[in-house]
């Protein structure tokens, strides 16, 4: 969405606003979150808590990568990345497909219009006001401040799924949210005009 409406020199900005917004705090507090929340224990302890966000595979992955960032990987290990991870958002998306129902009872539709109304709509906006008041401009608040309006993350849809965080609720705020978005991201993108 950022390529189409901002165009390919815009890319950075929204991998920067998803490698140190997004996905840091998915590797961090969202680590915390499951590992508090998830199935499993019926009271967690701090210790629990800490080795679950330790063993979080997202979160080890982003201390590996924080590691050995400044060190050239063999292109074997590249390439091998790059398949990884082309793989990643198909096996995710089918993953919280099978769990996505249109059938829907009143409580989890209220739920889902206020997670969505907050993700879709109230963040975003929040974030315009904001950088409209402290007088912030350019392509990379632009950026920003659509990015604020993404529907929420899969990956976080699929790990929330999988700790059995309300599933149905989860599926719908993914499965949902993508389709909503195709109205409120070109709404948005006209208000950053």
Known sequence: MVKAFFGENAIPYALLYDQLGSFLALATYGSLILAIYGTGESKPTIKGVVKKVVSFPPFVALVFALIFKAFP??????NLLKILAATLIPLVMIAVGFQLTLRLDRKVISQLSIGLSIKLIAAPLTALFFCKLAGLEGKAVEVSIFEAGMPPMVSAGALAILANLS???????VGIGIILSFVTLPMLHQLLL
């Open 73 to 78: 990987y063999p292109p074997i290990v590249v």
């Open 167 to 173: 599933p149905v609720l989860t599926a719908a705020l």
